[in-house]
């Protein structure tokens, strides 16, 4: 497995404003996953973070709100823009260090407040 | 800390009991499954897979067992300790058959798990 780190580990922000989320693998991966889990509730997936192309994202998920960044094999950021309280939630990236195992590992999350 | 019980199932055991956690998924072309275990303030620890070609596959005190006719997956914890309260997700991966969500994992509502000393 990979060694996952997230940052920010938690924050509290204010409704219009935006956070950019940053996540590290300690070795090269070949896919990058975010994923919310909202309060109480199991997780679903955002979007697919592409290595040098515009991430894939899942129904109900736009770029505008979710612009998602990807420079390299062990890095990827998530940002949560013009944050509602509705926004609150935790963030975790993922990733899958195979591509022939689909077996996906994760962070510990950011926990995200919106006041 | 904040709770995710508020709308979960949830299972109360006794320490050194066994434990069956079950989980129903929802496409019938899902061909790779995983339970994870996420505990209070934590990311989801991956614990154990299985793949649609085997219906049973053992880890070390867990099992994971696979049933494809009734779109069914258990995990289940033998002599189960205080340290395994969390909450236990299964996910399933449509692999391939996702066309464009090729490696998406869709994750199962989730089960807390209780066990008292």
């Known amino acids: 497995s990979a060694v996952i780190s997230q940052k920010p580990s938690r924050d509290i922000c204010q409704r219009g404003t935006s956070l950019t989320i940053q996540c590290q693998v300690d070795s090269q991966v070949t896919m990058m996953f975010w994923y919310r889990q909202q309060p109480g509730q199991s997780l679903t997936l955002i979007a697919t973070?592409?290595?040098?192309?515009?991430?894939?994202?899942e129904s109900g998920f736009v770029i505008d709100k979710f612009p998602i960044s990807r420079p390299n094999l062990t890095f990827s950021t998530l940002t949560v823009s013009n944050m509602s309280p509705e926004d609150s939630s935790i963030y975790l990236c993922s990733v899958e260090p195979t591509a022939s195992t689909d077996t996906q590992y994760f962070g510990p999350g950011t926990r995200l407040t919106v006041l | 800390g904040e709770s995710v019980g508020l709308h979960l199932p949830t299972l109360s055991v006794q320490e050194g009991d066994n434990s069956i956690i079950n989980c129903a998924y929802s496409n019938s072309a899902s061909d790779y499954f995983i339970w994870y275990k996420q505990e209070s303030g934590k990311g989801p620890q991956f614990i154990i897979d299985?793949?649609?070609?085997?219906d049973k596959r053992q880890g070390q005190r867990v099992t994971v067992l696979l049933n494809k006719t009734v779109k069914h997956l258990s995990l289940q914890i033998a002599a189960t300790q205080p340290g395994d309260s969390a909450v236990y997700f299964c996910?399933?991966?449509?692999?391939?058959?996702?066309?464009?969500?090729?490696?998406?994992?869709?994750f199962g509502q989730g089960t807390i798990l209780t066990v008292h000393p």
């Open positions: 973070a592409n290595q040098g192309s515009e991430a894939t994202y």
């Open positions: 996910a399933e991966n449509m692999g391939n058959a996702g066309g464009t969500s090729y490696g998406k994992l869709t």
């Open positions: 299985i793949r649609s070609n085997m």
